[in-house]
């Protein structure tokens, strides 16, 4: 199972408003469940949270979105 396109849209939005250590800055949204106010489509993120976790982010390459 891959993210969807949507899901992978979202994540290169979180990216692009975070900066390089978006990662670092998606893991503390998601623990303090801030992940769905950080861009318009925040329920996409959550949904990447719920259906891959983080190890799936931790392997996810900045390249691929």
């Known amino acids: 199972m891959n993210p969807s396109t949507a899901e992978l849209a979202a994540l290169r939005e979180y990216a692009e408003r975070k900066g390089p250590d978006w990662k670092a ?6 623990w ?3 992940e769905v106010n ?4 925040g329920h996409l993120l959550r949904r990447v949270r719920n259906n891959f976790g983080p190890k799936w982010l ?3 390459e ?3 979105t």
Do not use: M, V
Request: no cysteine; aromatic share 16%; glycine share 6%.
């Open 25 to 30: 800055k998606l893991y503390e949204d998601w």
């Open 32 to 34: 303090h469940g801030r």
């Open 38 to 41: 950080a861009i318009p489509d």
């Open 58 to 60: 931790n392997k996810f």
């Open 62 to 64: 900045e390249s691929t």
